[in-house]
């Protein structure tokens, strides 16, 4: 079965401070995709980044990064010069062919940016 | 329309009554999804459409939860009877399904319902 992992329940960072999320994941499937939301106070689900287990490279999306260990089976969300707007939940999730599309989530970390 | 679309956004319902929360979802998508969200929670899954596949309804909590998906577009979520702990923001998503599966899910604001 599918499974996403974020072991980081709540983080405190310092404004301008790069930040790394947590994630990873547990697959059989050959071919996946990977999402990073972001979920502000407002409660909106907001779509960060996208990472294919097949991309080459790791994607980037201005200040948001995706640190992808396909190895390891990790899927870090990197925030480079974090800011106050940063702060909310974030949540990794994944699909796959052979769970037929289906989108599997993490638990989310609260991150809290610090002035 | 331009995204997902919920309603109503508010629901107070009084114990034991039946609510119905719509989904509209964009045009095209078709895959669509029900979330339940209580706060500072993370999404618990309750049901999924794909298309003519018949719906994933492993997340339903409970049989007093109902979804049906008409035409392959609105969905209707039903709870009946309702209780206090289905209080909750209830989320929906849609999503194009295609073999790269870079597509992202889009979410509608959700509606928050409250059960007193």
């Known amino acids: 079965a599918q499974k996403i992992t974020q072991t980081q329940p709540g983080m405190f960072v310092q404004e301008k401070e790069a930040v790394t999320l947590d994630c990873t994941y547990d697959?059989?499937?050959?071919?996946?995709?990977l999402f990073w939301y972001k979920q502000p106070s407002s409660g909106e689900m907001i779509f960060l980044i996208y990472?294919?287990?097949?991309d080459q490279q790791n994607a980037t999306e201005g200040r948001y990064s995706l640190n992808f260990q396909k190895a390891r089976k990790s899927a870090n969300l990197v925030i480079s010069a974090s800011q106050l707007g940063d702060s909310a939940m974030y949540f990794c999730?994944?699909?796959?062919?052979?769970?037929?599309?289906?989108?599997?989530w993490g638990a989310g970390t609260k991150l809290i940016i610090k002035p | 329309g331009a995204g997902v679309s919920q309603s109503p956004s508010n629901k107070v319902t009084e114990k034991g009554k039946d609510v119905e929360l719509r989904c509209d979802p964009i045009?095209?998508?078709?895959?669509l999804y029900w979330y339940r969200q209580s706060l500072g929670q993370g999404l618990e899954f309750l049901i999924y459409?794909?298309?003519?596949?018949?719906?994933?309804k492993s997340g339903l909590p409970s049989d007093r939860f109902s979804a049906e998906r008409t035409g392959g577009s609105v969905s209707t979520l039903t709870i009946q009877r309702t209780q206090q702990e289905d209080s909750a923001v209830y989320l929906c998503?849609?999503?194009?399904?295609?073999?790269?599966?870079?597509?992202?899910?889009?979410f509608g604001q959700g509606t928050r319902l409250t059960v007193v």
């Open positions: 999730a994944m699909r796959g062919r052979d769970s037929n599309y289906q989108l599997i």
């Open positions: 459409f794909q298309g003519n596949s018949a719906p994933d």
């Open positions: 998503a849609s999503s194009l399904v295609q073999v790269g599966m870079n597509t992202e899910a889009f």
């Open positions: 697959t059989s499937d050959p071919s996946y995709g």
């Open positions: 990472q294919g287990s097949y």
């Open positions: 045009s095209g998508h078709t895959a």
